[in-house]
């Protein structure tokens, strides 16, 4: 699909320090956009992948670059203006940012608003990061929507539960678009994995990779290789983390088949898990289909998740893969059985053949085109 020429400015309101999958469906998007032939002239108004280190150097790129944001699109003769932001909580407070920009405007929202979590994990995530879950509640809370109502503008999401969230707050789902994220690594399926463990006990390989942030629930992970080592059962496990992420939240195991590094390639890191284990507390506040999660579909590698709503959509009703979320014991419970038997192992098959027909880098920018091809027209 053709598009007319056009100048197409894109802004990410939140700056990333990798591994984030906000930063990497950011450059997959820009990709798609820089890719003939698309006709399109692409104004970065966010200079995505010019990284900053740090919570406080974060916030205050993301304050300076909201700033430059109206600036830029006052002075800018652009068509279409594409914001990227966490939640549909932020599109009220930019509404005034946007008074003078007289083309389209399409909010791109990366997750679902912030529902307060049942009492127990309410409690657990107060008492261990009571001021990053209060900001959180706050920023992303739906009375923001309540507060400044129905956008009157075009909104992008990347699932179906995303979309019912809005609708159930009385938004036009005629406005509201579901496109999948994406990643730049989301079609390296070229490098062959090893193969997985085929026998009963034999040792299986783990890992995790993202942040350490309670909400990402990897405190069930550290009791359940608690639980593992007590056993005899064969494994390893491998925690890939982010440079943001205190280390005190995984113990020192003085075990050499656990280890921890902040540096890897992530393609070449998948290849070699037999299981992705992504415990994560919330859907809110993070990529609402982690991009990690995407890669190892396409490359075939099982995942282990909570069972909720969104990884239903994701991965399928009938995913083998599934445990109660926020139950340590649950998770130990599900490696268990699939270290004991093979057979209780989701397929790494069935998951390669879901991306493909779902979520892969060409479905996507289809998606994509097809969308702008309607608002630039």
Known sequence: ??????????????????????????????NILRREPTSIEVVN?????????????????????????????????????????????????????????????????????????PLGLGLRLLTREPLLTGARAFLNGRSWLRLGGPPGRWVVVATQVQRAQLVGLGW???FIRVIPNSSTLASADSLARPAAP???????RMGYIGHLDSVKGVSDLVKSL???RKGSTPFSFHFAVSPLSSREAIP???????????????????????????????????????????EAMNLGVPVLTPDTALSREVLGDDYQGLYARNDGMALFRAIQNMLTDPGRRPSGLALRDRFAALYSPRKVEEAWLSFLHQTLA
């Open 1 to 30: 699909m053709t598009l007319r020429p056009s100048r197409v400015a894109f802004f990410p309101l939140r700056c990333e320090v990798d591994p984030s999958g906000e930063l990497e469906a950011s450059r997959a998007f820009l």
């Open 45 to 117: 108004l966010s200079q995505v992948g010019a990284l900053s280190r740090g919570r406080i150097s974060l916030l205050l790129g993301n304050l300076n670059r909201i700033a430059g944001m109206r600036a830029a699109l006052r002075s800018s003769s652009c068509d279409l203006a594409i914001i990227k932001i966490p939640t549909p909580a932020q599109i009220a407070p930019l509404r005034p940012l946007l008074v003078d920009f007289k083309g389209p405007v399409v909010f791109w929202c990366d997750s679902l608003c912030f529902d307060f979590p």
């Open 172 to 174: 036009d789902p005629s």
């Open 198 to 204: 085929s026998a009963a006990n034999a040792a299986l």
């Open 226 to 228: 608690q639980e593992l």
């Open 252 to 294: 020192k195991f003085d075990d050499p088949r656990i280890r921890i590094s902040t540096a890897v390639d992530r393609v070449r890191y998948l290849s070699n898990l037999d299981l992705l284990a992504l415990p994560y507390w919330a859907n809110w506040g993070t990529n609402i289909i982690p991009t990690v999660l995407l």
